[in-house]
C-alpha cells in the first residue's frame, strides 16, 4: 500500500503563488506517475497535471498550462505543483494520486487510473 500526504495550501490573493507538495510512502515511488487533481464544490474532480514515473514527460489541463508547473524527486519520494498567477477560479481542495500500474501513464488524465490518492489540501483563492 501507498499513503501520499499533501502539503502547502492555504489562502493566496488572485495572482500569487503556491506550492503545493505530495509525500509519498514505500519503496516503489519512483516507478509510478503522479498526478494532482482538485474537486471545488459542486464540482467533479478534475485533472490538473501528471508527471511520468521518470519525471521526463508532463502533462497539463489547459487552463493550468503555463501557470502550473509540476515536478518530482523520487529520492525525496515528493512530488510537487508550484502555481503561480492564481486566480479565484483555481479555488479547490487538491489532492495528489498515484497511477495504478508502474512504469504506465497511457490514461494519465484520467481519475479512474489512479488507486491511491492523498486526503487534499484546501486551494483558496480571493479576489
Known amino acids: 500500500q501507498a499513503q501520499l500526504v499533501e502539503s502547502g495550501g492555504g489562502l493566496v490573493q488572485a495572482g500569487g503563488s503556491l506550492r503545493l507538495s505530495c509525500a509519498a510512502s514505500?519503496?516503489?515511488?519512483?516507478?509510478?506517475?503522479m498526478g494532482w487533481f482538485r474537486q471545488a464544490p459542486g464540482k467533479e474532480r478534475e485533472f490538473v497535471a501528471g508527471?511520468?514515473?521518470?519525471?521526463?514527460?508532463?502533462s497539463y489541463a489547459d487552463s493550468m498550462k503555463g501557470r502550473f508547473t509540476i515536478s518530482r524527486d523520487n529520492a525525496k519520494n515528493t512530488v510537487y505543483l508550484q502555481m503561480n498567477g492564481l486566480k479565484p477560479e483555481d479555488t479547490a481542495v487538491y489532492y495528489c494520486?498515484?497511477?495504478?500500474?508502474?512504469?504506465?501513464?497511457?490514461?494519465?488524465?484520467?481519475?479512474?487510473?489512479?488507486?491511491?490518492w492523498g486526503q487534499g489540501t484546501q486551494v483558496t483563492v480571493s479576489s
Open positions: 494520486a498515484r497511477y495504478s500500474r508502474p512504469y504506465d501513464s497511457r490514461w494519465l488524465e484520467l481519475p479512474r487510473t489512479y488507486d491511491y
Open positions: 514505500g519503496r516503489t515511488f519512483s516507478t509510478y506517475t
Open positions: 508527471i511520468t514515473y521518470g519525471g521526463g514527460s508532463t
